[in-house]
């Protein structure tokens, strides 16, 4: 009916206003809260177990400490691939609101469950190993987010879905942390194939192919300047 499409519109439409709220606010409770209450078809006024659920999550952000550390002992229904989601969700917001650090302890944890519930070897499973390398990347830790990226495009590989414009993506990501850490080689074997798959799939007009052809100049450049330095 129109009254129950335009309850689902008001919900997606709030969990989306969340996303958007920028760090420092009360965005990553609010965010869990609103996660649990569309996946659950909950009525607007909520009830207490969404919000203790939001409030674990967030407890276990919170105390969580890099990607190198456990996460604190996680249990009840946040201890599930619902509640893998639910951290994942809160990396989002925090990474959307300018916070890479708090990302990467959400993902960390959003991991550490999936590799306890093995689902980590899964599609979602390599979207957080993607999004826990950019948040990685954007705070500082490169070699984390070299392994993370690389463990993802692995996943990918083997279950057919790197021929992808999102598979290409993640190969310029690896590409990316490649020639920060000085391995032009590396990097630009990536970029080739990464290359290649936007070809393949007709998007290397996008925002994303043009900066992959962006990033090959540059290395290309890199190299030939390299060359030239090495000769004299």
Request: proline share 4%; aromatic share 4%; glycine share 10%.
């Amino acid at each position: 009916s129109n009254s129950n499409n335009n309850s689902n519109t008001n919900k997606k439409g709030f969990l989306l206003s969340i996303l958007t709220v920028p760090s420092g606010c009360r965005a990553p409770h609010l965010l869990a809260f609103a996660v649990l209450k569309v996946q659950a078809g909950a009525p607007s006024s909520g009830a207490a177990t969404p919000m203790a659920a939001a409030g674990a999550a967030a407890a276990v952000v919170s105390a969580s400490g890099s990607s190198g550390t456990p996460p604190p002992m996680i249990q009840g229904a946040l201890a599930s691939d619902s509640g893998a989601t639910l951290l994942t969700s809160l990396g989002v917001a925090w990474g959307n609101g300018g916070d890479p650090a708090a990302a990467e302890r959400a993902y960390s944890a959003a991991r550490h469950i999936r590799e306890l519930t093995g689902s980590i070897d899964s599609l979602a499973g390599a979207v957080l190993l993607r999004n826990l390398g950019i948040a990685q990347s954007a705070a500082g830790n490169s070699s984390a987010a070299a392994e993370s990226f690389a463990r993802s495009a692995a996943l990918r590989r083997r279950m057919g879905t790197l021929q992808t414009e999102v598979g290409a993506s993640l190969l310029m990501n690896i590409g990316m942390v490649r020639a920060n850490s000085g391995n032009r080689r590396g990097a630009w074997e990536a970029l080739q194939e990464a290359k290649c798959i936007f070809d393949f799939t007709g998007t290397l007009q996008t925002p994303a192919g043009q900066q992959l052809l962006c990033c090959l100049k540059a290395l290309s450049q890199q190299q030939t300047a390299a060359a030239t330095a090495a000769e004299k």
